[in-house]
């Protein structure tokens, strides 16, 4: 049997073998277990991990009911909706989640994303239509969980923690910038930053100073409270889990309060306005307005709806993407915090069975909160039965508290989502790519500008699509090193794919074909673990244009997989050796090398006069042959492409 059809016969018997144990897999105990971790942890529940997630879904649930209010009206939809998105996510990641720390929920990138899309129903588009953003959860989840079931969750790995970064800034930056209308009291409509800016200036005179003063005051409390919580949290760091109770519980009552403080603020200006309205003088402050009270009715969303796809556009892909990403980055990071694992693709199924659900509960696409999941961990969430907690205190509050909300100032959500979003921008990650690489500042340019003047889907699209041009173009222009040394030596320093087969013809038609004395050509493969047929048929072409010349181009150090290609391309006039030595020496005494069960071997038509010659230089290959066999066993063939260039997408 030939080298040749015992590595076909290698290649079936591998294949087979890998879909069995790949049917064996899927339908193992553990598998499924991974496809529904509640398995895994609830059979070791025990009451204290209980008490544990007790405390930490109140505190969450206190945190979400005044975030989820407030991202509505980012969402550009009716407050209640917001609340309708902050409870159906906690139940069915509980079932489907790997990780304990996450609460998915309405954020803020998300709100600010479903807002730019739907159908606006009131004059300054500040409102539009619920059934299109619940129609974009149910597309949303049908998508993450096909990707998920398909394997497809590595797609997030080719955008680039710098277009992430620029993405997030960009996004608080809108989200911030668009709130300041609701502190100044004042209406219009727009829809990106430059005609915020714009719209800003020409209404600043119809500032109301009441919301002006509540939204400025509201800012310096959650200012003040928040310092009061680090500065527990420090003290706590510092008398450690041993210490003295009546010590510590100062202290934690403070952590406590600073930790919902959005919804403190929120509880004291709506009592406010309470009291305001009984002496009759409500009228100079801008108010949410009326609640819808109780639950949400549970039914499909409106499949029926005129224009779906005009009103949703290109929001049907990009959110599932944007949501994911945003999901599995902080899955990843709390993971790693506290020392467990999560993969991408049950997190995608996991989320997309969240949004899936959503839409059946009048829900807008959630995504996890890093605010919220950093609340969650600090609290001591020991579970994702944590959801279970907070999303109880929301249909709690959704029962009967909805009455209560109708009295919150806008001036003070506002406030409440300024805020938070400042805290988002990373104005630091510019000083570090101008240090550490200033290419890399051009995908953060291309989504940071454009998504101000255009929109940040638009800016992301431009800026994910910048990112990938620099990630193609290594592949595109691989280095290279020209030598001549009787003969020209074309040495390749990384491994080559269909792009790249235009620019090595050009080298060595430049190098070579085209100069006033041609010579035959070494291409040296030492660095090339694989190819694919475009390059096949690169070579094939350029094989065939030096042999009209009477010359010939020599592969040498020819790895045992890509040789496998070569040999099945049908190439005529294809010559491989072992080393630069052999090829050389070989194409001096004009001979043929012929590949011949993967080796290279002199033509059996050699003229008498260099017989002897040849005996001695294939004794000499021969033993080189042996050496370099034993060192491409050694060698793991990686795909030099797929590490050439290396992007980090944590965030």
Not at 134 to 161: D, E, K, P
Not at 576 to 600: F, H, P, R, W
Request: charged share 20%; hydrophobic share 45%; with cysteine.
């Amino acid at each position: 049997m030939s080298s040749t059809e015992h590595t076909e016969l290698m290649s079936t018997e591998s294949f087979k073998t890998k879909v069995k144990n790949g049917i064996k897999d899927y339908f193992s105990v553990d598998a499924w277990k991974d496809r529904f971790p509640v398995a895994r942890w609830l059979p070791q529940y025990k009451a204290s991990k209980g008490l544990s997630d007790v405390i930490a879904g109140l505190t969450v649930g206190l945190t979400v009911i005044p975030q989820g209010l407030a991202y509505a009206s980012i969402a550009k939809l009716p407050l209640v909706y917001g609340l309708y998105s902050a409870f159906m996510g906690s139940f069915v990641y509980m079932f489907l989640g790997m990780s304990k720390d996450i609460t998915v929920g309405p954020t803020a990138i998300m709100s600010l994303l479903v807002g730019q899309y739907g159908k606006p129903i009131d004059e300054y588009g500040e409102v539009h239509d619920p059934t299109y953003a619940i129609l974009l959860a149910f597309f949303c989840g049908i998508f993450q969980i096909l990707m998920g079931m398909t394997r497809l969750g590595f797609v997030t790995n080719y955008i680039s923690a710098v277009v992430i970064s620029a993405f997030t800034s960009v996004s608080a930056i809108n989200i911030g910038f668009g709130q300041i209308k609701n502190i100044l009291g004042i209406r219009f409509q727009s829809e990106t930053f430059v005609m915020d800016f714009y719209h800003l200036f020409k209404h600043i005179k119809e500032t109301k100073w009441p919301d002006l003063v509540l939204g400025i005051s509201s800012i310096l409390f959650l200012a003040l409270m928040r310092f009061g919580k680090n500065k527990s949290q420090a003290r706590l760091d510092k008398i450690g889990k041993a210490g003295p109770t009546r010590v510590k519980a100062p202290w934690k009552a403070l952590w406590i309060l600073g930790t919902a403080r959005n919804a403190v603020l929120v509880v004291i200006a709506a009592g406010i306005m309470f009291i305001v309205e009984m002496n009759g003088s409500i009228g100079h402050i801008t108010l949410t307005g009326n609640v819808t009270s109780g639950l949400p009715p549970f039914r499909p969303p409106n499949l029926g709806a005129e224009n779906i796809l005009k009103h949703l556009n290109i929001g049907l892909v990009i959110i599932p993407l944007i949501g994911f990403l945003e999901n599995i980055a902080i899955a990843k990071g709390f993971a790693r915090q506290n020392g467990y694992k999560v993969e991408s693709n049950q997190e995608l199924i996991a989320l997309g069975a969240c949004n899936l659900a959503n839409s059946f509960v009048s829900a807008y696409p959630t995504t996890g909160s890093f605010s919220r999941s950093a609340i969650n961990s600090q609290s001591g969430v020991r579970t994702p039965a944590g959801g279970i907690v907070t999303g109880a205190i929301v249909l709690l509050a959704l029962q009967f508290l909805t009455p209560a909300f109708n009295y919150i100032p806008k001036a003070s959500l506002a406030a409440v989502i300024l805020y938070s979003v400042i805290f988002m921008v990373d104005y630091e990650i510019v000083p570090q790519l101008w240090k550490v690489k200033k290419i890399d500042l051009l995908p953060l340019c291309a989504v940071f500008f454009p998504s101000l003047v255009l929109g940040i889907e638009y800016g992301t699209i431009i800026g994910i699509g910048v990112d990938i041009l620099l990630l193609l173009y290594p592949i595109a222009k691989p280095g290279y090193h020209v030598e001549k040394n009787g003969f020209v030596i074309l040495k390749l320093k990384r491994g080559i794919r269909f792009p790249a087969v235009d620019l090595i013809q050009t080298i060595l038609d430049e190098k070579s074909l085209m100069t006033k004395n041609p010579t035959s050509v070494i291409v040296d493969f030492t660095h090339v673990s694989s190819i694919d047929f475009s390059v096949v048929e690169g070579i094939k072409d350029t094989c065939n244009s030096f042999k009209k010349r009477g010359l010939k181009v020599a592969f040498v150090n020819v790895l045992a997989k890509v040789r496998f290609v070569l040999d099945h391309g049908n190439i005529d006039n294809l010559f491989m050796y072992d080393s630069i030595e052999e090829a050389v020496q070989d194409l001096k005494e004009g001979n043929d090398g012929q590949q011949t069960d993967g080796y290279s071997k002199l033509d059996d038509n050699r003229k008498e006069n260099s017989s002897k010659t040849g005996s001695l230089r294939k004794i000499k290959s021969a033993s080189l042959k042996k050496d370099k066999e034993i060192e491409k066993e050694k060698l793991v063939a990686d795909d030099i492409i797929d590490s050439s260039y290396t992007m980090d997408s944590s965030v």
